[in-house]
C-alpha cells in the first residue's frame, strides 16, 4: 500500500524511532498496514489512511501518550514532509480517538479502526492479547465497523483457537 506513495516510505522512516517505543513495535504497524490493504479502499483516502497508520501509535505504548503526544509527533512528521494543513489535521483527528468506537467517523477512521483490531488476533500479537485480564475475543469483534472485518475476525480467531 505505502509502495505507491513516495513520501509513504519516508514517513515510516521517520515514525521507525517513535515505533519502537510502543509495545510491539514497527511490526504492528506493519502488520495493521498489511490487514488494510484487505479493505477497498478509495484511491482518493488510501494516502491518507496509510499515513495515519503509520502514524496512530508513535506516542508511545499508552493509549493517553498516544491520544496526546502522537498527534504532536504525527504533526511534526508530516509538516516535515511537507503535507498540506487539512491532511495533517485529518490524521491528527484519528489518531487522537483511534481507539475509542465512534459513532460517525470517517471511513479513514474505520478503516485503521478495524485494522487495529484485527491485528490482535495475529500470532505474533494474539498470545499476549489472550493473557489479558478481561480481553474479549467477541467484544472485539462486535466493535467491528464493517460486515468484511467480522467475518475476517472469525476466521482469525478459528486460527487463534488452532494455534493453541
Known amino acids: 500500500m505505502i509502495d505507491s506513495y513516495p513520501k509513504l516510505s519516508r514517513l ?28 477497498q479502499i478509495p484511491i482518493e483516502i488510501k494516502e491518507l489512511v496509510s499515513a495515519a497508520i503509520i502514524l496512530h501509535d508513535v506516542g508511545g505504548s499508552s493509549i493517553e501518550d498516544q491520544y496526546e503526544k502522537g498527534p504532536v509527533i504525527a504533526r511534526k512528521i508530516l509538516t516535515i514532509l511537507k503535507y498540506d494543513d487539512n491532511f495533517i489535521e485529518e490524521v ?57 472485518s467480522k467475518k475476517l475476525a472469525a476466521k482469525m480467531c478459528e486460527e487463534v483457537i488452532q494455534r493453541k
Request: include cysteine; charged fraction near 30%; charge should be negative.
Open 92 to 148: 491528527c483527528d484519528i489518531i487522537k480517538t483511534h481507539h475509542s468506537r465512534l459513532e460517525n467517523p470517517s471511513k479513514p477512521f474505520k478503516i485503521l479502526y478495524d485494522s487495529d483490531q484485527l491485528v490482535k488476533f495475529s500470532e505474533e500479537e494474539s498470545e499476549y492479547n489472550k493473557s489479558l485480564s478481561g480481553f474479549d475475543w467477541n467484544k472485539i469483534t462486535e466493535s467491528l465497523y464493517y460486515e468484511n
Open 12 to 39: 515510516l522512516n521517520l515514525a521507525k524511532p517513535y515505533l519502537k517505543n510502543n509495545d510491539f513495535g514497527v511490526g504492528h504497524t506493519e502488520r495493521v498496514l498489511k490487514i488494510a490493504e484487505k479493505f
